[in-house]
């Protein structure tokens, strides 16, 4: 029998967070229809991962694979998820949970906010268009860069003005900040592309703030129910079966 996927996002009171993750699990399910796929947050949404470990445990389960949805790795997945995993396996000691890596970076997390990018009509042969690439914002530098080396090889790639990594909180530049830098470097038109899986309040603040700093911009969805983000999450799920004596580890990040 294989390992439970136990697939856990960060979470959110907006619940169109919650619908879409349960969107993209549904898309996992349909490529691996024999796999047992569930879905677990870390806060404000439930259920939470570890009542979700608990529950595969008391359905017979000998072990699974717990998935983080998250984009870059920062102190939810250094901190956040190792806990939660560590108390389950005290409350089960017999219960083996193997935890895979996050899902940036990836090609296929750059070809997904690239589709959802073109979907709103922006041209990548537009001389005078700005793209902000908007993305969370952490404390924990190497996940902005993330972000920041996605726009920087769009910008190569393109004929665009610009294209600029911004970020919601706890980073610069913000998403006005980034669209002046555009404007200073000759963008006419402006479009906000998302590095966010899925909606909530701080994808609805770079929507904002990029509305207000910029006249009709175009605005891309979140990454969402994306095809090849389900390939990413089972290839993560597989990568983790195949890894011996994989254990979560437990660290801090400022």
Known sequence: MNAPLVAVAHGSRDPRSAATIRGLLDVVRSVRPELDVRTAFLDLSAPALGDVLDAVHSDGHGSAVVVP???????????????AVSEAQERNPLFRVRTAE??????????????RLLQTGADPDDERLGVVLAGAGSAHPPANRLVADVAETWQRHTAWAGAVAAFAAAADPDVPAAVERLRAAGARRFA????????????DRALERARESAPSPLLAETMGADRGIADLVLSRYDAALETPGQQPRLSRVG
Do not use: C, M, N
């Not at 996050?102 to 589709?115: S, T």
């Not at 906000?192 to 994808?203: D, H, K, N, Q, T």
């Open 102 to 115: 996050v899902l940036g970076p990836d090609q296929r997390l750059r070809e997904a906010a690239w589709r």
């Open 192 to 203: 906000v592309a998302s590095w966010f899986l899925a909606p909530g309040r701080l994808p």
């Open 69 to 83: 949805l998250l984009l870059g790795h920062a102190y939810h997945a250094s901190v956040d998820i190792p806990t």
